[in-house]
């Protein structure tokens, strides 16, 4: 079962290292956080814009008694420094917070080099300068998806990856809920739990310890899409109502160790 994109990566020092790629439903997430944050900078850019141009060109009015197209001067330059602040925004984040902007932050994904390393100035440059090219008719969107390790335009020619940043993992065992322990002592009479391979325990086990650290709307589609494979796995024709697919992942990770433990 493929739960997680992950992929392996082998440094020039010979280092293994994995890393688990963020997927195109958290930088969408990620960027529309970062887009709200950008867009009110950029209002009060504007409001300062309006402000200024009305008292600057009423000065030069009244000093040469004309703007002598003064306008179109002006218009260019802010739109320049507008554009400035657009690409600064992510270049400016990405460099000094290591890969994150307000929004990766949030969403708990970061920004990296094809080798492993933290992404430097060169690299978020041309991710910024590049993203509206991504955005324009979703080409970042087409790439993301069609791209082995998910990457847009702007990962492409900058040699970036955006990957989840790693929680820390305890080691103790998970906490089965009641119901789920119930269900797991059903589950051992009713399905074969048997045929769950150990890849296919471990699957189960890492969503269990990482779904605290997902967002919602991705957690519950995971979970329903996860339990939708072990079912047919444990060959269990129907799943008891009302039962919620973390309640019945957690009934089939005690019922796994269960089995081992009698």
Request: no cysteine.
């Amino acid at each position: 079962m493929r739960l997680f994109n992950r992929f392996t990566l082998h440094t020039p020092e010979s280092v293994e290292l994995e890393f688990t790629l963020a997927g195109i439903g958290n930088r969408a997430y990620a960027l529309l956080i970062d887009y709200i944050i950008l867009g009110l900078i950029l209002i009060l850019f504007l409001i300062g814009v309006v402000i200024f141009n009305s008292l600057f060109l009423e000065t030069i009015a009244k000093l040469l008694g004309s703007t002598n197209g003064l306008e179109l001067w002006l218009i260019a330059v802010q739109a320049l420094i507008g554009f400035f602040i657009y690409v600064g925004y992510f270049v400016f984040f990405e460099t000094a917070w290591s890969g994150q902007t307000p929004g990766k932050r949030y969403v708990k994904i970061r920004v990296i080099r094809d080798d492993g390393r933290p992404v430097r100035l060169p690299q978020s440059t041309l991710r910024a300068l590049l993203r509206p090219f991504d955005d324009l008719f979703f080409i970042g969107v087409f790439l993301i998806v069609f791209n082995q390790r998910e990457k847009r335009l702007g990962d492409l020619v900058g040699g970036t990856l955006v990957i989840q940043e790693e929680q820390p993992v305890k080691s103790a065992a998970l906490k089965v809920s009641t119901p789920a322990r119930f269900l797991a002592k059903k589950l051992l009479i009713e399905a074969d739990i048997s045929s769950l391979l150990p890849e296919d325990f471990a699957v189960i086990r890492e969503y269990l310890q990482r779904r605290e650290a997902m967002i919602p709307n991705a957690r519950n589609d995971l979970s329903k899409q996860l339990a939708s494979q072990v079912k047919q796995i444990i060959s269990l024709e129907k799943l008891p109502t009302k039962v919620d697919a973390n309640v019945f992942l957690e009934a089939v990770y005690h019922a796994y160790q269960q089995q081992f433990d009698n």
